[in-house]
């Protein structure tokens, strides 16, 4: 009876969260961020899209901190920091400058380039299936 109990709260318990992951609740969280931020800079409410781009960034970095050796697209281990590197100091980097710059042109080609590069790291790990908003 006992652990009929414990077995229907423990179903339940994972019902509703989804059977989800601590990464998997960074990245949806980093989706929804990324485009709030450019509807913000759709809005010209610049300072906005900023911060939320910027908040984006510290949502896929907790996402990669909570497990960052994953199984790669090939088989084997694949350490995720430096892909998330690049993928801060590169693109993500770029469209926080583009947006606190308030330059709209630099900052679509700044969302298309960032969006990239959060699939190529799914590629990686071989899920490129996982949606990305504005892909
Ligand atoms: C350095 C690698 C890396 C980068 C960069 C990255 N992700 Fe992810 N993402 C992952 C991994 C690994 C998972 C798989 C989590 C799992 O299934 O356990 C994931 C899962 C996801 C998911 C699926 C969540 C779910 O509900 O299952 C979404 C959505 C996502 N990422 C969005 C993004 C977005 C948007 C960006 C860029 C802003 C991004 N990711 C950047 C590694 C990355």
């Known amino acids: 009876m006992k652990i009929t109990h414990t077995l229907t709260a423990l ?34 409410e610049w300072t906005q899209a900023t911060a939320l781009a910027e908040e984006a960034g510290a949502e896929v970095k907790l996402g990669i ?5 994953r199984k790669g697209a090939g088989g084997g281990d694949l350490d995720m920091t430096p892909l998330f590197a690049a993928w801060l ?8 400058s583009a947006l606190g710059a308030n330059q709209a042109e630099r900052a679509t080609a700044a969302f298309a380039a960032t969006r990239q590069q959060c699939a190529n790291c799914h590629i990686a ?9 504005g892909l």
């Open 89 to 96: 100091n590169g693109p993500h980097h770029e469209l926080v």
């Open 125 to 133: 790990v071989g899920r490129p299936t996982i949606p990305v908003s």
């Open 11 to 44: 179903v339940a318990l994972i019902a509703l969260s989804g059977c989800t992951t601590p990464t998997r609740q960074h990245m949806r969280i980093a989706n929804v961020k990324l485009a709030e931020s450019e509807q913000k800079m759709a809005a010209g």
């Open 65 to 69: 901190e909570a497990r960052p050796i």
